[in-house]
């Protein structure tokens, strides 16, 4: 982990374990990096908000990244590191065993969806995450990142939707 080297502190999650949500985002930030946790930016604050609009906060979901540490300057994760800290975000999901994962962003919906297109193109709709150690498949869901909703926020509409699609899911499910 050589990201490790560079970064002040490991973000590795914040919230609930005990939630039956879980978002997970790309990298952290400089404010992440200082204080050693997820979205606690400009993009936190954003995201903070769409929770309150379907009644959620930290205390109800768990939030974590593709990658641990920040990378310097807010460079794009190689695929290595995504590759290095996959598994321990697999972890993570199989040990809250959460109804519902939100993955934000194109970077997250690659390494862990594996779908290559774009948000706009694969958001608003249910996937199903398998983890084998699972009798139940996950439902998965693919939101725009709160940081791309701050500088193109034409997009809001969408996301408030999607924001809405999960709050229906959750009242089916729990
Ligand atoms: N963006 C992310 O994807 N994660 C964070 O923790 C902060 C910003």
Same mark, same amino acid.
């Given at each position: 982990?050589?990201?490790?080297?560079?970064?002040?502190?490991?973000?590795?999650?914040?919230?609930?374990?005990?939630?039956? $949500?879980?978002?997970?985002?790309?990298?952290?930030?400089?404010?992440?990096?200082?204080?050693?946790?997820?979205?606690?930016?400009?993009?936190?604050?954003?995201?903070?908000?769409?929770?309150?609009? $379907?009644?959620?906060?930290?205390?109800?979901?768990?939030?974590? %990244?593709?990658?641990?540490?920040?990378?310097?300057?807010?460079?794009?994760?190689?695929?290595?590191?995504?590759?290095?800290?996959?598994?321990?975000?697999?972890?993570?999901?199989?040990?809250?065993?959460?109804?519902?994962?939100?993955?934000?962003?194109?970077?997250?919906?690659?390494?862990?969806?594996?779908?290559?297109?774009?948000?706009?193109?694969?958001?608003?709709?249910?996937? %199903?995450?398998?983890?084998?150690?699972?009798?139940?498949?996950?439902?998965?869901?693919?939101?725009?990142?709160?940081?791309?909703?701050?500088?193109?926020?034409?997009?809001?509409?969408?996301?408030?939707?999607?924001?809405?699609? $999960?709050?229906?899911?959750?009242?089916?499910?729990?």
């Amino acid at each position: 982990f050589h990201l490790k080297k560079t970064a002040t502190n490991l973000v590795f999650g914040d919230g609930n374990t005990k939630s039956k $949500i879980v978002f997970i985002g790309d990298a952290p930030g400089a404010e992440e990096d200082r204080q050693g946790k997820p979205f606690v930016g400009q993009g936190g604050q954003l995201l903070d908000k769409m929770l309150a609009s $379907i009644n959620l906060d930290r205390s109800t979901v768990f939030l974590s %990244n593709t990658i641990f540490w920040r990378p310097p300057g807010n460079r794009t994760p190689t695929s290595q590191e995504i590759a290095q800290c996959l598994p321990f975000v697999h972890r993570l999901i199989e040990l809250i065993e959460p109804f519902i994962l939100v993955v934000l962003g194109g970077l997250a919906a690659r390494s862990l969806l594996s779908e290559t297109l774009a948000v706009g193109r694969l958001r608003g709709k249910w996937y %199903n995450y398998e983890i084998p150690s699972l009798s139940r498949p996950i439902k998965a869901t693919v939101l725009f990142h709160p940081e791309y909703l701050i500088n193109s926020p034409a997009h809001k509409r969408e996301a408030w939707q999607d924001l809405l699609m $999960i709050q229906e899911m959750k009242k089916n499910l729990y």
